[in-house]
């Protein structure tokens, strides 16, 4: 994972991962043609689950892209956003958590996803979440084509 928090080597603080939210997000993103694949606990990121978008949504110039969530049983997550692109990377985070560089809901946003980010406040609701997220990713997707 490239544009990390370095608060990712120590996993939110000790707040177990919660695998039945991701594994319901997987169901749900399976049935969503915008991704490619999904892999679930890949061996570079077990804590993930990571989507892999379908290159239709791309220029060519844009090599591939992908959604990474982890999220925990307190209801801390983190939501990045990875491009790779001809001539480098593009990178924005969604967080929730405790953080010695913002507050607990912030945005590390893009194109490298800088710490500190930016204080914000994200829904309380996880599904409120994914959209709010997806749809940012949608709107920049968008935008690739209007120029």
Known sequence: MSGGDENTSDPFHGAPIDFDRLDTIRER???DDR???IADQPAFAPERLVCVYDQR?????VRAARLEVVWF???DFSLHYHEEH???EFDHRWDRHPSGHNTRDHVHPGPDAPTPGDDTSHPADWRDVLSMVLSEIEDRQRAFWEE
Do not use: D, L, W
């Open 73 to 75: 049983e307190n209801g």
């Open 86 to 88: 001809e001539s480098g």
């Open 57 to 61: 949504f791309y220029p060519e110039r």
């Open 35 to 37: 991704f490619k694949r």
């Open 29 to 31: 993103f399976a049935a």
